[in-house]
């Protein structure tokens, strides 16, 4: 970096406003002037060991990285419009952190923010804690490992996702996405994957009441299922489950098998159901 701001607290408007090849270090951007947009339009530059309590500190940031800072409730939505970033060991409570960046990478953070990451592109999120309401709303090309998720309404409308060695605590997960892949995790929520296009779970559990509705092209394979009645219903599914399902209701096409089923249900259907549910140990169909 070709300059370096140290130890200094800013509070006026644009107060770095396109700075460019540098490196900020230990400084607080607060004040009773209460500018916005501190760091606006910067370009190149890493801020480490820095503490955020100004709204839409860093908007349109270009080649970034943000290192063990912090970001309160003030700076609310603390970075849109970004590209080429990356966000490591920070702590985040801006209600509405990322909107509309791209080929952004967060590491090691925790978040909370009701409004994270909307209308993303090419997000990698890794090694992470994030309480999000509407978790990546509408976001596309985003890998996750070993995140831990709280929320409602989480992956939405999103497309080409995939989550590895996660523990996601949500309600309304993936409706209306496509092309998602999870692996290897624990997913918690009521009416899971409703709408969805090309959902497929691999070695994980799920948990909660109604899930997996209304898909098309939805695989499970090797995974678990725990508190899930009325599974299934209007779903085209390819289904390997290990123990068992508490119900399953008309399954639209394709074949769902477990080791038990509480109750097959077969009524009041809307449309043509012929999906199988075939019970492991008995090697009979229903």
């Not at 909107?99 to 090419?122: L, P, T």
Request: charge should be neutral.
């Amino acid at each position: 970096m070709k300059k370096s701001i140290l130890n200094q607290t800013f509070d006026e408007e644009r107060s770095l406003y396109n700075i460019k090849d540098t490196e900020v270090l230990n400084c607080k951007f607060e004040g009773p002037a209460d500018g916005e947009s501190v760091l606006k339009e910067g370009r190149n530059y890493i801020v480490k060991n820095c503490s955020f309590s100004l709204r839409y500190p860093m908007w349109h940031a270009k080649k970034f990285c943000l290192k063990n800072s912090i970001l309160d409730e003030k700076t609310r939505a603390p970075l849109w419009y970004c590209t080429n970033g990356t966000l490591a060991d920070c702590n985040i409570t801006g209600i509405k952190c990322l909107r509309e960046c791209k080929n952004i990478k967060a590491d090691n953070c925790n978040i909370a923010s009701a409004e994270f990451g909307w209308r993303c592109k090419n997000l990698k999120i890794s090694n992470s804690t994030i309480d999000s309401m509407y978790f990546l709303f509408e976001s596309k090309d985003v890998e996750i490992d070993n995140l831990k998720m709280t929320g409602k309404y989480s992956f939405q409308y999103m497309k080409n996702l995939s989550i590895k060695n996660s523990n996601l605590d949500t309600k309304d997960a993936f409706w209306h996405s496509k092309n998602i892949v999870v692996e290897n995790s624990v997913v918690k929520g009521e009416y899971l994957g409703w709408f969805s296009e090309n959902l497929t779970f691999i070695n994980c559990k799920i948990i909660g009441t109604q899930p997996l509705c209304y898909c098309k092209n939805l695989k499970l394979i090797n995974c678990e299922m725990e508190a899930t009645d009325l599974s299934f219903e209007y779903s085209d599914v390819e289904a390997d489950i290990k123990g068992h399902i508490d119900s399953i209701k008309n399954p639209k096409s394709g074949t769902i098998i477990a080791d038990s089923v509480g109750e097959i249900i077969s009524q009041d259907a809307i449309m043509k159901c012929s999906g199988r549910v075939i019970i492991r140990e008995q090697q009979l169909s229903a």
